[in-house]
Each structure stands twice: as C-alpha cells, then as structure tokens.
C-alpha cells in the first residue's frame, strides 16, 4: 500500500465527513413540518455514519490501545442503521412501529460484547488490537459484516411494507402519499445499493487481498458513504419542496371543492327549506286572519316556522362564509341573543377581551353557535333570569363564558341529560370542553374553552 491511512489528510477527510453530515443532520432536525419520529429515523442514518468515522478515528489513526474500550461499546450504534431506515419509511408513509423491542435486541447483544471485552485485562486487549488492525480477529469481522448485512434484511422489510400500502384513490391527500411511497423506495434502493455493494468492496479487500482494516475504515467508508448520503440530502430536500407543492394544489382543490359544496348545500337550503318555511309563514298569518280560531296553536306554528327560518339563516351564514373571525363570530352572537331576549324580560350585556382576532373555520364557528344558541335558550326557557351576560375571550386561546342570575340547579342526572351530553359532545368535536356549573338561587355558567391553541 502506498497510501498510509496515518497521513494529515486522512483525518481531515474524517473530520470533513463528520461535519458535513452534521450539517445534513441540522435541517432535518428542525424541520418541524415533519413528525418527530420521522425527523428522529431519519437523523439516525447519517448520525450512525458519523459516529463511526468519529471511533474509527479515534482508535485506527491514533493506534491508540486506550481508546479500544470506546470502539467496542459504541459497536452497538452502527446495528441501529437498519432498523433506523424501516422506521423511516414507517412513520414517513403513516405508519406505526409495532413492538419496537424487537429491533433493538442484536444491538444489545452487542452492548454485552462490548462490556466483555472491557473487562479484558490489558495484555489481551493488545492482543485483539492487533488482530483488528490486520483484520484477523474474527468477532470483530463479524460484527462488521452484521453491519453491513442487516441492514439488507431490514431493506427487504421496508419494501414489504411499501407493497402492502394501499392508497385510496377518493383520498384527498392520495397524491401526496404516493410521492411519499415513491421517494422511499428510491431512498432505499439508494442505500441498497451502497450497503450491497460495500459489503461486497469488504469482503473482497479483507479475505482476498488482505487490506488492513484501518484503510476500509478510515479512507474507504469517509469516502463512498458520504457519496450516497449527498444524492439522498439533495433527493430528499427535492422530495420535501415537491411534497410542498403538491401539498398547495391539492389544499387549493380541495378548498374550491368544498366552496361548491357549499354554495350548492346553501342554493338548495335557501331554495327549498327557505321557500317552505316563508310559505307556512304566509299561511298561518292568512289562517289566523280568516279563520280567527286557534289562534294560540297557529301563533305556536308561526313561531317553530319562525325558528326553522333563524336557523336556516345562521346556518346558511356560516356557509357562505369561507373565513370567520372571532369577532365577526362574536357580533353575530350577539345579533341572535339581542333578539331571542326580546320581549323576554331577560336584560343581556355583553362583554369581550379579543387580543388575538383570529381567523376559525366553519366547522368551529357552526358547533359554537349551536351551543351558545342552546345554552342561551336554556337561559331564556327555563332559568328564570332577569340578567345574562356573555364574555368572549381570545388570547392564547379562545374563551366563552355564559352567565345568568336565574334560579340555578343543583346537578343531578336530571341535569345531564341530553342537553347537555349534546353541548359536550359537541365541544369536544371541535377541541373545546364544556362546563356547566350551577347552584341553587345563584344561577348558572357555562363556560366554553378551547382545549389547546390551534393555528387555523
């Protein structure tokens, strides 16, 4: 050999390598559009490659013997790379990891070997140093090619799982999961490749020609790894702004969908329930009128029509509207209680602290209505209040509270019945809980509260 694997050059090659697949490592790690475990897998491949290169150093370039316990206890980190790479392709393409002990039993069969020969006295240690560094220790070729090789078992059932994956065509996101699928199975034909064909390089070069380890490990691996791991850094990160992309067209496709669904749910809601509501309206106004005869039943009929038509109104608002504010949600609230509390002799006041006017989707601002339209005919109906009051927060995260001085209640199951069950079920759809707290002679209050802040 004319390349001494003890020149200045080798160890700068070792260190470049290091700091270039931490510079690789970084973005990942702080990519947060990612899900942590995803991130986490993902680091792991480039980390494990790094270690290596960082022991290598540390025993081969600098033929120190004192240095050997540290190589064989860290001989457990290069046996996570394949489960590293399963877990990737699992949870990048939504999947889960089932009994995740399973994968780590080989790497702590190698946490023991490294403990026993820690315990080695120091005339065997020196010993086995040699025979690694002439590559004829056969434990320590073992372990180099269960390295190498499990890794391939470990390919084998990343493509398994990617065969069995079934996209749904109807899924909105189908388009986006099956670039996902796609970019695995090229990561892991990339890594197949240079897994393989290492193995191969190894095998050849140890047995054949007998090449020292120290050169496999401190010019061989720095330099046709970094290689592979370069095209998967800029694949993946091509990948990332494609997924990025899609991600926009797809979003946007489903928005104009659910737009039209909306105007036509609306069109044919105002169309047809509207139309029969006004109808039944004009009817028992022209009934009470002719007929002058029950006309506490017709004013019962005009008033649920009434109801139908309010509802309808509330409803086709939220429809129609792709983008709600707090306090254009709050305003019209307030709309609805002013007038359900006409003529009630129920006096409302109203009171807000909206530091963060943030936009909420129709789906929250439909379930929060809806309880805040039961919860306020509840105060109208049956609390027996001459007061109401009802505060809005916004901060952190969003706040309704619902106060009256009515009679109360003392709560029993009586009191959770479905009126109630209905309030909460509702709030918790929508990532609110719903409390009603109440005592006898001093009214009622619910209070509406956001369970964690959201970004709509």
Same mark, same amino acid.
């Given at each position: ?129 040699? #025979? ?40 909105? $996101? ?41 050169? $496999? ?73 002719? #007929? ?8 019962? $009929? ?48 109203? #009171? ?19 309880? $805040? ?84």
């Amino acid at each position: 050999m004319n390349i001494d694997y003890r020149d200045p050059w080798v160890l700068l090659l070792n260190l470049t390598v290091i700091f270039i697949l931490i510079l690789l490592i970084v973005p990942t790690l702080l990519n947060t559009k990612e899900r942590l475990g995803v991130r986490l897998s993902f680091s792991a491949i480039f980390m494990i490659v790094a270690v290596n290169c960082m022991a290598n150093l540390a025993l081969f370039y600098t033929q120190d013997v004192a240095y050997f316990d540290f190589l064989f206890l860290q001989a457990f980190i290069p046996l996570l790379f394949g489960p590293a790479i399963y877990f990737y392709v699992l949870l990048n393409n939504g999947g889960e990891i089932k009994r995740p002990w399973i994968h780590f039993i080989i790497p702590f069969l190698a946490i023991l070997y490294g403990i026993y020969h820690v315990q080695m006295d120091e005339g065997d240690k020196v010993r086995v140093f040699r #025979e690694v560094n002439a590559a004829q220790n056969l434990s320590y070729n073992i372990l180099n090619i269960l390295v190498m090789s499990i890794p391939l078992i470990y390919f084998y059932f990343s493509k398994r799982y990617l065969k069995r994956l079934h996209i749904q065509p109807a899924d909105p $996101l189908a388009m986006l999961k099956k670039i996902k699928v796609q970019w695995s199975h090229e990561f892991i034909n990339l890594l197949l490749f240079c897994v393989f064909s290492f193995l191969v390089i190894m095998i050849v070069a140890t047995y054949f020609y007998q090449v020292p380890q120290p050169y $496999l490990d401190l010019i061989g691996m720095p330099i046709y790894f970094p290689l592979i791991y370069a095209v998967i850094a800029v694949r993946s990160n091509m990948i990332s702004k494609q997924l990025e992309m899609q991600y926009a067209v797809s979003k946007a496709e489903e928005d104009n969908r659910l737009r039209d669904q909306r105007i036509a749910i609306s069109r044919d809601l105002h169309d047809n329930i509207g139309a029969y509501a006004t109808s039944l309206i004009s009817k028992i106004d022209y009934l009470a009128v002719e #007929e002058k005869a029950g006309k506490g039943a017709l004013e019962d $009929l005009r008033e649920h029509a009434e109801s139908i038509l309010g509802l309808l109104r509330q409803t086709l608002w939220v429809l129609n509207n792709d983008t709600i504010t707090v306090e254009d949600f709050y305003d019209h609230v307030k709309q609805y209680a002013l007038k359900s509390f006409r003529n009630s002799g129920i006096t409302i006041r109203f #009171e807000e602290d909206i530091r963060d006017n943030r936009i909420l989707p129709s789906e929250i601002t439909i379930n929060l209505f809806r309880i $805040l339209q039961e919860g306020l005919q509840n105060v109208m109906k049956h609390s027996g209040a001459t007061e109401a009051e009802l505060y809005m927060i916004s901060r952190d995260t969003v706040r309704i509270i619902l106060r009256d001085n009515g009679k109360g209640f003392i709560a029993d199951d009586h009191h959770e019945g479905y009126g109630l069950a209905n309030i909460k079920a509702r709030a918790a759809n929508i990532g609110f809980t719903a409390t009603l707290s109440s005592e006898e002679g001093k009214g009622s209050i619910l209070v509406l509260e956001e369970i964690r802040p959201t970004a709509y």
